[in-house]
């Protein structure tokens, strides 16, 4: 059964840096995109970031844009989020999740493109 896992959440300072990462179960794996949301206490799950697959096109909300970086390492089939200057907002559990139906990447910040989810890595911030 294919699967994600997440992992690299902690407690960290504002102002710190995470580093989360995300593999698949599999090797023979080659979505469309992958994206990273997350989920505060008491908020709705939010879009943070996507990257297609083959041309590493990215896309960021609004509010991480200059301070989050998605990567991918395709021969290792992980997908990254740097996380910088963390403020007390960025805390929550992270998801990773994968496309593999898409062929456009125009609404990659809609839950319901992704048909595969990882259980979530929680990150906390501290002031």
């Known amino acids: 059964q294919f699967r994600l896992v997440e992992s690299g959440g902690g407690l960290v300072q504002a102002g710190g840096s995470l580093r989360l990462s995300c593999g698949a179960s599999?090797?023979?794996?080659?979505?469309?995109?992958m994206a990273w949301f997350r989920q505060g206490p008491g908020k709705e799950r939010e879009f943070v970031a996507a990257?297609?697959?083959?041309?590493?096109?990215?896309f960021y909300a609004d509010s991480v844009k200059g301070r989050f970086n998605i990567s991918i390492d395709n021969a290792e089939n992980k997908v990254y989020l740097q996380v910088n200057s963390l403020k007390a907002e960025d805390a929550g559990v992270y998801f990773c999740?994968?496309?593999?139906?898409?062929?456009?990447?125009?609404?990659?910040?809609?839950?319901?493109?992704?048909?595969?989810w990882g259980q979530g890595t929680q990150g906390n911030v501290s002031s």
């Open positions: 999740a994968a496309d593999r139906e898409s062929s456009f990447d125009s609404a990659l910040y809609k839950p319901t493109l992704y048909d595969v």
């Open positions: 599999t090797r023979a794996f080659s979505p469309f995109a």
């Open positions: 990257i297609t697959w083959q041309c590493g096109t990215t």
